[in-house]
């Protein structure tokens, strides 16, 4: 049970009822000043909530989410976890990790097809023994409910019994994990002087944004204003997604609150060329928190959405006023399997 402040009625605290969850994750996870980076960008304010240390094999954001999912699947007897993304994806890694550790049977879906050689997220899929496909980008988009349905019924004729989970465990139970976060991270910002604040998450399957924006008013945590970069879809393909995600988890659990699409603000312009396509600029990104602070970010989730963090620094609009700080989901994995991409420019020798 979640327990939230005082509301506008005085009613003193109105109980809600959290799903059952499994403890997964190292929690909490650290909330660090960067006071190296923030000297180099002109004293900026700049705060960072450590979730991709949430474990090693369970790393980043996606393992919140599972400690719903996967609670929700032993309890309904399931052995098997369905879930999708591409080879490199850090959620079907996530996936496969939590399934070896509880001892479930973990099947992937991948599109596109997977490397010959397993590298990074997918190297580590094979390690935790999880069983994949793979789809052409067009078939599996296209045909999509037809192959999930087609896999569920044959693990059925197998005799297993699957739940499915979508990318990124993006389903309302799986936003659970982010308005526990929510908590957590109002918890270490009190203590640590914050007050008003910007508060800056990765957007892609919507889950973690979803579950932060949910958190933020069941806990009316007013005084922060809760950002997003998408770094896969347009913001218009986001907007719907997000909105519709945090009504169906406001309905499916009872909350009392209300969402109004007004409470979406999202970043737009670091997309770049598509998902999982990385820019020099995000690469720099990514080379300025290593030289300064010595923080992995990602190419294809951190490295862009830190990017409008920094880029917001240095036009004035975040870490001046107020500080801001940015939830690192993790994803680091997929560095060593862009190894060339990552040190493009940095003498080797
Ligand atoms: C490392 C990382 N950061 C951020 C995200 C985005 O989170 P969400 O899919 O919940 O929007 C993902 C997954 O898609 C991810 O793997």
């Not at 090693?56 to 719903?68: A, D, P, W």
């Not at 939590?98 to 899929?125: I, M």
């Not at 913001?235 to 609150?257: E, F, M, N, W």
Request: glycine share 10%.
């Amino acid at each position: 049970m979640l327990v939230c402040p005082e509301d506008d009625s005085g009613n003193r605290h109105m109980a809600i009822h959290e799903p059952q969850r499994i403890p997964l994750a190292a929690l909490p996870t650290p909330l660090v000043h960067l006071p190296r980076l923030g000297r180099e960008l002109d004293d900026a304010q700049i705060w960072m909530k450590r979730d991709d240390l949430t474990g090693l094999e369970v790393s980043g954001n996606k393992i919140r989410k599972l400690e719903y999912v996967i609670a929700d699947a032993q309890a309904s007897a399931c052995d098997t976890l369905v879930t999708e993304g591409t080879c490199q994806s850090n959620h079907c890694r996530a996936v496969a990790a939590a399934c070896a550790r509880v001892g479930l049977h973990s099947f992937l879906l991948f599109r596109p097809e997977a490397a010959d050689s397993p590298q990074g997220n997918h190297l580590l899929d094979v390690l935790f023994g999880a069983e994949t496909r793979s789809y052409s980008r067009i078939r599996f988009d296209g045909d999509h409910d037809q192959i999930i349905n087609d896999v569920i019924a044959e693990l059925l004729a197998r005799g297993r019994q699957p739940r499915y989970t979508p990318a990124g465990a993006s389903e309302p139970l799986g936003c659970w994990g982010y308005i526990r976060a929510t908590a957590e991270l109002a918890d270490q910002l009190q203590a640590a002087g914050i007050g008003e604040c910007d508060v800056v998450v990765p957007l892609s399957s919507g889950g973690t944004y979803a579950g932060t924006l949910v958190g933020k008013l069941l806990h009316r945590l007013d005084h922060w204003r809760l950002w997003a970069v998408p770094v896969s879809d347009d913001v218009a393909y986001h907007q719907y997604a997000v909105g519709r995600l945090c009504r169906a988890a406001i309905a499916q659990y009872g909350l009392p609150i209300d969402f109004d699409d007004a409470a979406l603000r999202l970043v737009d312009g670091y997309v770049g060329q598509g998902y999982a396509i990385p820019y020099s600029k995000a690469i720099e990104t990514i080379q300025l928190l290593a030289r300064f602070e010595g923080i992995m970010l990602d190419p294809v989730y951190t490295g862009k959405s830190f990017c409008a963090v920094l880029d917001g620094v240095r036009e004035g609009r975040f870490g001046r006023e107020r500080p801001v700080v940015f939830i690192h989901t993790g994803g680091v994995f997929s560095d060593f399997a862009w190894p060339e991409v990552i040190l493009q420019g940095l003498p080797r020798n």
